[in-house]
């Protein structure tokens, strides 16, 4: 998640009771070359196993890829040092670049990446396609390897450096996708300190003294990736209490606040030892995602009802309160997107409608089911959102309940495919980078392939057929034109139902300069403390 959270207190009530909270984090000053940061809480360190944004923050850590994506999402190449692609465009080679090295030690090699690439492709949109394709990807030599197409494959690149596959060793990566990778051993420019992690309270990331950067410059996720600290401490401890995080940054005793309380900004700009930074210039679209495998929403009508109930505004103003860091959107692709458009979205109307809701309940058979909605309690603004959708589903008739955990419940409960009875949800809400919604092919919440896709499996075949075209056609024209008949589909189907689109900011003490902006992560390397 990349969204602010909303704090409930009054400005004057917030900033007394912050200056007066007691310090928990004194005990020991951190060195210069640390940096403290409050981020969220991480509870799945394996990113083929989720897509949350945490776990992606502590792989790009880690592990390395193999091509990076700059800051307009052009693919270059990160740990590969040579590639090439034969003359019917069916058969690409890539060379490692030298100096690559696991953290146990023992070298990075071409059967580290075969492997890693096959596991990811189990899963990720963009590898189940790349897998669909593949004749063979195979190991050449210690440093290579081939990837042979049965036709080509013009987006490979981009498949592959667009939340493309973290390279793991290989016995790592001989796990299924669905048994998590626990070692923390990557090749990336930190090592993960198992001594000092603390579930629930911290994690430690040490600088690898032994990682060789690429020569050029840090751009996005592309370039070298420079380490300026000695040590970033992940608190975890912090993440669900807001108040005592805030007190911590103004204090001097950390460094970061990914979630600064919306309310509070005002007081953060006025801090001679404080910034805001927008990181996510495109910002995050939140929305209500719903399982279509279980009752009710295995009927396209209590589906199509969710679209008549939310009232965007309403939800928003829940979550965010300031208007200024939020608007509505219909686009399935997001209001900033080159391929953003206006298809099939006469659903929408000014404050919902709860009677039309309340009808497509009762047409789709709705016979009093509970409705279990999961709700993250770290994270304010989904917690807020959360609340109102279950008064708002209450309202109309329908038996919505809370299901109150933090966001890493969340994560582990959503992958759940049962019924309420044997431990299943029906709805969780979440947000997504509007950078990501442009890349159809990569991006993880737009696939409609059922069992294989995203929590919630929804499942249409003429919609996938349409995804899967994108990654042959070459002009912007071609792509609007595809993206106006998946938007038909998508809003006649209702996988997910928009809450809206936020842009809020990051806070940090002055001290820490360098950090990259990219949607959704925070990269660690490249900043550093003055």
Request: charged share 25%; proline share 5%.
């Amino acid at each position: 998640m990349t969204i602010s959270r909303r704090n409930l207190f009054k400005v004057g009530i917030a900033a007394g009771t912050a200056l007066s909270f007691p310090s928990v984090l004194r005990a020991q000053t951190s060195p210069d070359r640390t940096v403290r940061m409050v981020i969220e809480n991480l509870s799945v360190f394996d990113p083929v196993v989720t897509t949350a944004d945490v776990t992606f923050t502590h792989a790009f850590a880690i592990y390395d890829t193999l091509f990076g994506t700059d800051s307009k999402f052009v693919p270059h190449p990160q740990m590969v040092g040579k590639w090439d692609v034969s003359d019917d465009k069916k058969t690409y080679t890539f060379e490692l670049r030298d100096g690559l090295g696991w953290h146990d030690g023992t070298a990075v090699t071409a059967a580290d990446c075969v492997a890693s690439i096959r596991r990811w492709g189990q899963v990720a949109p963009g590898g189940q396609l790349l897998m669909a394709r593949a004749k063979d990807i195979s190991k050449k030599d210690d440093k290579t390897f081939t990837i042979a197409l049965k036709e080509p494959l013009g987006a490979l690149l981009t498949i592959l450096g667009f939340q493309g596959p973290f390279i793991m060793r290989e016995k790592d990566a001989s796990l299924s996708p669905a048994e998590q990778v626990t070692a923390n051993i990557g090749s990336g420019p930190f090592k993960f300190n198992h001594a000092l992690a603390k579930q629930g309270a911290s994690f430690t990331y040490d600088r690898n003294e032994k990682y060789a950067p690429r020569n050029e410059a840090p751009d996005g996720l592309a370039g070298g990736k420079v380490v300026k600290v000695d040590r970033v401490i992940w608190d975890t401890g912090l993440s669900a209490d807001q108040q005592t995080a805030f007190a911590a940054l103004q204090a001097g005793e950390i460094d970061f606040l990914l979630l600064p309380p919306v309310d509070l900004l005002a007081m953060i700009e006025s801090d001679p030892n404080l910034e805001l930074q927008v990181l996510d210039k495109a910002g995050s679209d939140m929305f209500v995602r719903m399982n279509c495998l279980q009752k009710p929403f295995d009927n396209v009508k209590a589906r199509q009802a969710m679209l008549h109930l939310v009232d965007q505004e309403a939800m928003l103003r829940a979550a965010f309160g300031d208007p200024k860091y939020f608007r509505t959107v219909t686009s399935m692709f997001g209001n900033e997107t080159p391929v953003s458009n206006d298809e099939n979205t006469g659903w929408f109307k000014k404050g919902g409608d709860p009677e039309k809701a309340k009808q497509l309940f009762k047409e789709a058979g709705y016979a009093g089911e509970k409705v279990v909605i999961l709700q993250p309690t770290d994270w304010k603004e989904a917690s807020n959102a959360s609340q109102l959708l279950a008064a708002t589903l209450r309202n109309i008739g329908v038996n919505a309940e809370l299901a109150p955990s933090d966001w890493g419940g969340v994560v582990a409960r959503r992958a759940n495919k049962a019924p309420i009875e044997d431990g299943g949800w029906s709805i969780f809400i979440t947000g997504n980078s509007e950078a990501s919604l442009g890349n159809v092919i990569t991006d993880v919440t737009l696939p409609m392939n059922g069992e294989k896709g995203w929590f919630g499996w929804p499942q249409s075949g003429e919609y996938e057929a349409l995804r899967v075209k994108w990654a042959d056609v070459e002009t912007l024209e071609e792509r609007k034109a595809l993206a106006r008949k998946m938007q038909r589909i998508w809003w006649d189907y209702v996988p997910q139902v928009l809450i809206g689109q936020s842009v809020v900011p990051i806070a940090r003490r002055k001290t820490l300069t360098g950090l990259i902006g990219v949607p959704a992560w925070i990269p660690f390397w490249n900043m550093q403390k003055t």
